[in-house]
Structures are given as C-alpha cells and as structure tokens.
C-alpha cells in the first residue's frame, strides 16, 4: 500500500495550490468565508471560521483518494462539513464533480456567480500533480484496515488573516501564513493507531520579487517494523528511538533541588491559550526554551523537524483530525503523541513506563458534535521518550514532589491532594508570609468545591520550615 502514501502527497500537494489560489484575490475572498454552525465550532473559539478554501481542499482529497482506491472514501473523515452558503442564502453542497466544468459551475454558486473565480479553483481541482517517487519501499497494508483523519486547513484563524511578513524566532514562527497547515493522517480502524500521515505547509516560503508562495510537504509511515519517513531514508526492522538524527535528549530530569531542575533543559512550544499554572512550570524546566504558536499542526511540525523537544497542550480543544497525521510522522522518527492526562494518571497510580498514545476510532461518550471527536487528555507531542518522561516528571509533581521551586522571584507550589489530582499554585513572592497565604488560598479553595474528599484534605496540616540562606524554601507537609 506504499501507493497510498503517494496518492495522500498528491492530493495534498493539489490542496496546497487550491488554499494558495483562494488566497491571492483578496476581493475574492471575502466571499469564502462563513461562519461555522454551532455543532462545528472548536469551543476555545468564540467564532470559528470555514472557508471554501477548507471544503473545496477536504472534497478534493476524498474524490482523488476515493478515485484511485475505490472505498476508502467511506472512511475519510474530516473537520468541515461540505455546506456552504453563498450571499443570496443559498445552501450548497460543495464537491468535486466528474468534469471541470461542472465544478466550476458548482463553485460559481458558491461565489454569487463570479464564473472567473469559479474557474481558476475548478482548475486547480482538476489539476494533474506530479510528484517525485518518493522511495518507501514496499508496504503491505490491508486496505480496508485504513481509515483517513483530514483537517484541510489547519490553523484557518491566520489563513483568513493572511498575515505574509511574519518573523521566526530560532525558525518557529508564532503567527503569519506560515503557521497554516494541511494535515492528512491514516489510522488502523481497529485499534485506531496512527499508519501514515502528510503535513503540507502551503506557505512555507514567499518569493520576496514575485510576492508568490511556495509550500513543503513531509510524509511519514510506521506500520509493524517499518519506519519510513521523508526526513530520512527508507527504514526497516529498526528500533527508531536510537536513530542518531533524532533530536538529542537530556537524561531523565531528577529529584532534587532547584538546582537539578535548571541543569536539565529541554525546549517546547505552546499554545498562547495554554494554561498559567503549565505555562509558568515548563517556563522553568525549559528557561528561554519556550516557543508559542498558532495552529496545532504548525505546532507539531516544530516538532517533526527539531526545532522544539516538545509540544505541550493541557486542554481538550484539539481533536482527531489535527494530530493523526503529525502523530504518524512523529512514530515513524521513534516519538509519538500522548494522551497527557491519561499519562499522569497511570503515573500516579505508580506506572512509571507504560505512556498512553492517542487513538484514532473511538469517540468520546455522551459527546456531540465536533466534540465527539476531541482529545480531552490535552496531549504531549515528542520526538524522544526522554522529553516526555521529562514533561510527565515536571508536570505530575515527581520532580523534588512535594517543591517550592523558587526561580525569578517566583513560587512554585505542588501539591499531591487526596483526589489524585496534582494542584499547581504560582505568586509572586517577597516574604514567608505571602506565601503562607498563597497556600491557605488554595486550601480555601480546595474546601469550596465540595468534593467527597474535600474535608479530609482540609483537615491536613502544612507546616513551613524557615528560610535557608540561599533563599530556597523547604515544605513539609502529612498529605
């Protein structure tokens, strides 16, 4: 089934040049834009966007891929829907049809009749691709073990925006077009791992004369003992983690003192969404090593190509379709995607090895919509099973647990509570005092959510011991 990796590369590689083309009139394409439904929206958005651009490029991937392995389109699945409503209110199904007229005919609706413009997408729809061989070997792979994740415009915020003279810090760019993906991931439909996956960056490059883009694809597959990946040639009964062109790792980040923590660094990129208490701890397990960027599958491929260790997101507001195809790629590198809260939860019941990779074919239960399809452990994006030991150590408090980590005149507190849940409390601080109350505010705040165990945590007593000279302070404590 190697021919299937090249038939993804293909039509991502055509959906590159469509999501390019709907982006160079900028009158045009005003009229592309439409809100998403209720059911479609991403919740960290207080509105979320589609854009023809999204549901021409997800429909041409299903028809090109469809076409050539006749029912696998059954199981291509995408974020957007394939409504769209033109200016006169007009509902319509937007698809690839047999003739390029036809499309084109279909588009014009979509675009209140503006047949020029309906034209050059239906061109560009119909267009034959060619691309290199691209040298995996082959590969067996039944075909109806396959199912398809496809998110035909990642990060459409800053798609819409078309920001072009964005600037990179150590080669990550924190906004601009550079940011916006395409993102095609394959997963085995019975146990839901990832197989294969192609990551186009349409933008990655502007001609700085002809003002035009140009993009870049990677491609991974790891499936059984095969590791094949564009970064690196065709690999086979291998054990990837100990490639030497993976991103080198730190050792295992220790117990101790401050001073251990800030001997170990490892670098990562977030979400400027992240939370507070996450951002501030990573913030001093990676000192200046902290990148923010837009776009999950931007973030990932920071990852894929080393720029970072790691990505780190503590939220549920990523979903399937984002990291199946940045996930395959990752395994096929020796790294791979955890279910972050899944994780810390195993560590905390004392299973330090076993890590919990995301999967692909099930839903979440009672959910609905866009939802359904969530990662709602928030995830660890990594290239070295070092760094997510790394980021599970710091973030699950086995790292000097219990601490107060004092660094920029910064508290740290961590605390293990009854619930099996680790509480991060950060302030400012300037003497014992403030943070004595720091910590009797989050006591108060333990007691006012009513859990089941919230007494019993209440009942426990924190005792602080006094200042050392070098200004670290010690906590001990019966919980």
Not at 136 to 155: A, E, K, M, N
Not at 323 to 351: F, T, V, W, Y
Not at 427 to 453: G, V
Request: aromatic fraction near 8%; proline fraction near 4%.
């Amino acid at each position: 089934m190697s021919d299937v990796i090249a038939a993804l590369v293909h039509a991502s590689e055509k959906a590159a040049k469509i999501a390019r083309a709907c982006r160079l009139e900028k009158s045009l394409f005003g009229l592309l834009i439409e809100e998403k439904k209720e059911g479609e929206k991403n919740k960290k958005f207080v509105t979320d966007f589609k854009t023809l651009a999204d549901v021409l490029v997800q429909e041409v991937i299903k028809h090109d891929v469809g076409k050539q392995f006749p029912g696998i389109e059954n199981n291509i699945f995408g974020e957007e829907s394939n409504e769209f409503m033109n200016g006169l209110g007009e509902k319509i199904n937007v698809k690839v049809c047999e003739t390029e007229q036809e499309t084109a005919k279909l588009l014009s609706k979509v675009l209140d009749g503006n047949m020029e413009a309906a034209e050059v997408l239906a061109r560009t729809a119909h267009q034959n691709i060619v691309i290199p061989d691209l040298d995996t070997g082959r590969i067996d792979i039944p075909q109806d073990r396959l199912g398809v994740w496809v998110d035909p415009i990642d990060s459409t915020f800053q798609y819409i925006k078309g920001i072009s003279d964005s600037k990179p810090n150590n080669n990550i760019y924190s906004h601009g077009l550079q940011c916006v993906t395409i993102l095609i991931g394959v997963y085995d439909l019975h146990s839901g791992t990832p197989i294969m996956g192609v990551l186009n960056q349409p933008f990655a490059v502007q001609d700085p004369e002809t003002q035009r883009w140009s993009g870049q694809y990677y491609w991974g597959i790891s499936y059984g003992t095969t590791n094949v990946c564009s970064l690196r040639p065709h690999s086979k009964n291998r054990d990837v983690s100990s490639e030497s062109n993976s991103v080198p790792a730190p050792h295992h980040l220790k117990k101790g003192s401050a001073t251990d923590l800030e001997e170990e660094r490892f670098s990562a990129v977030l979400s400027t969404g992240e939370t507070v208490c996450v951002k501030t701890l990573l913030k001093g397990a990676c000192g200046g090593n902290i990148h923010y960027a837009s776009g999950a599958g931007y973030k990932s491929l920071c990852v894929v190509l080393g720029f970072v260790d790691v990505y780190v997101f503590s939220e549920d507001t990523t979903f399937k379709w984002d990291c199946c195809s940045p996930h395959a790629i990752l395994k096929s590198l020796g790294g791979g995607m955890a279910d972050l809260k899944e994780c810390l939860r195993r560590r905390q019941d004392g299973n330090l090895e076993d890590c919990s990779e995301l999967v692909y074919n099930a839903p979440v239960q009672d959910a609905k919509g866009a939802d359904r399809w969530a990662n709602k452990g928030g995830l660890v994006a990594y290239r070295s099973h070092k760094h997510l030991d790394a980021v599970l150590n710091l973030l699950s408090g086995q790292i000097n647990s219990p601490a107060i980590v004092a660094q920029n005149r910064r508290l740290v507190v961590i605390l293990n509570v009854p619930s099996n849940k680790t509480i991060f409390s950060i302030c400012k601080i300037k003497s014992l005092i403030k943070a004595w109350r720091a910590m009797t505010e989050l006591l108060f705040c333990q007691k006012t959510k009513k859990s089941k165990k919230g007494s019993m945590f209440w009942q426990s007593l924190l005792t602080l011991c006094p200042w050392n000279k070098s200004l670290s302070p010690q906590l001990s404590h019966p919980l």
